[in-house]
């Protein structure tokens, strides 16, 4: 008698083996890969070392840049002060304003031992004073003209009439400054006939001198001579002749020009002692 078979099981059909469980803890899940690293805290002590090498590169950094501003610093003090790179030239030296009676020559001999001096160091004040000492110089303004000259401009005393002295002229400026001598009196030159060394006329004088020292050069090249017995009783006596009462040295410009006007009517006297209401005697 035959026997029976058992009916086998597909392979198909047979269940997986599950996995083991030692693959399935080996493999991180998704959300352990997605959580973020936890950061280490950092100590109170790491904090402050951190700080302080912070403030010592910031420090060094201050002393640094203090260095390079105090080098600059004295490079360009020695440039200014030290260094013949800006010292004064003889050839940048401009001089204006000399006249007849100063030359640039009397000028540059003021100047001559300052040339070669750094700009910065030469005493324009100094100067000034020692060109205010020469007789002839009424004032001097001496400024710097970087980087290697100086402006100097001067004012010089002018002649605008003859004193008769020691047995020859003097020549005296609009302020009275005796500033030459002549054996005669120049062509063209008032000759002023108050005493020039006397105290008393002092004043007398000097408004005499400032009355031609105001008037303007053709008018004072007419004037022959100058004098008054006191400040407020001028007289000029001009080439032609002609008599002009001038008063006092107040209002001279006005005076001038009154005189322009009266000129052109030829008269013996002319009176501008009161300039608004002058009149004239033929």
């Given at each position: 008698?035959?026997?029976?078979?058992?009916?086998?099981?597909?392979?198909?059909?047979?269940?997986?083996?599950?996995?083991?469980?030692?693959?399935?803890?080996?493999?991180?899940?998704?959300g352990?890969?997605?959580?973020?690293?936890e950061?280490?805290?950092?100590?109170?002590?790491?904090?402050?070392t951190?700080?302080?090498?912070?403030?010592?590169?910031?420090?060094l950094?201050?002393?640094?840049?203090?260095?390079?501003?105090?080098?600059?610093?004295?490079?360009?003090?020695?440039?200014?002060?030290?260094?013949?790179?800006?010292?004064?030239?003889?050839e940048?030296?401009?001089i204006d304003?000399?006249?007849?009676t100063?030359t640039?020559?009397?000028?540059?001999?003021v100047?001559?031992?300052?040339?070669?001096?750094?700009?910065?160091r030469?005493?324009?004040?100094g100067?000034r004073?020692?060109l205010?000492?020469?007789?002839?110089?009424?004032?001097?303004?001496?400024?710097?003209?970087?980087?290697?000259?100086?402006?100097?401009?001067?004012?010089?005393?002018?002649?605008?009439?003859?004193?008769?002295?020691?047995?020859?002229?003097a020549?005296l400026?609009?302020?009275?400054?005796?500033i030459?001598?002549?054996?005669?009196?120049?062509?063209?030159?008032?000759?002023?006939?108050?005493?020039?060394d006397?105290?008393?006329?002092?004043?007398?004088?000097d408004?005499?001198l400032?009355?031609?020292?105001?008037?303007?050069e053709?008018?004072?090249?007419?004037?022959?001579?100058?004098?008054a017995?006191?400040?407020?009783?001028?007289?000029?006596v001009?080439?032609?002749?002609?008599?002009?009462?001038?008063?006092?040295?107040?209002?001279?410009?006005?005076?001038?020009?009154?005189?322009?006007v009266l000129?052109?009517q030829?008269?013996?006297?002319?009176?501008?002692?009161?300039?608004?209401?002058?009149?004239?005697?033929?």
């Amino acid at each position: 008698m035959e026997s029976a078979s058992q009916p086998t099981a597909p392979a198909a059909s047979r269940p997986e083996r599950p996995s083991s469980p030692s693959t399935a803890l080996a493999t991180p899940s998704a959300g352990a890969l997605a959580r973020p690293t936890e950061r280490v805290p950092v100590s109170l002590v790491e904090r402050q070392t951190e700080r302080a090498r912070a403030q010592r590169r910031l420090l060094l950094r201050k002393i640094g840049i203090g260095v390079v501003v105090v080098a600059l610093l004295v490079g360009l003090a020695w440039l200014v002060l030290g260094s013949p790179v800006l010292a004064l030239r003889s050839e940048e030296i401009a001089i204006d304003g000399v006249g007849t009676t100063v030359t640039s020559e009397e000028v540059l001999a003021v100047v001559e031992p300052s040339v070669g001096v750094p700009l910065a160091r030469v005493d324009a004040d100094g100067l000034r004073e020692e060109l205010e000492a020469i007789t002839t110089v009424r004032h001097a303004d001496v400024a710097r003209d970087w980087p290697h000259g100086l402006r100097i401009v001067i004012d010089a005393r002018e002649p605008v009439a003859v004193v008769a002295a020691d047995g020859a002229y003097a020549l005296l400026d609009r302020d009275g400054v005796r500033i030459g001598t002549a054996d005669a009196a120049p062509e063209g030159m008032p000759l002023v006939t108050v005493p020039l060394d006397s105290e008393a006329t002092a004043p007398t004088l000097d408004a005499v001198l400032t009355v031609l020292g105001q008037l303007p050069e053709e008018q004072r090249s007419q004037v022959a001579t100058a004098g008054a017995p006191n400040p407020r009783s001028i007289t000029l006596v001009l080439h032609d002749g002609a008599e002009v009462r001038w008063g006092s040295a107040e209002e001279s410009e006005l005076k001038s020009a009154v005189l322009d006007v009266l000129r052109a009517q030829p008269a013996r006297v002319y009176d501008l002692t009161i300039p608004r209401s002058p009149t004239t005697l033929q």
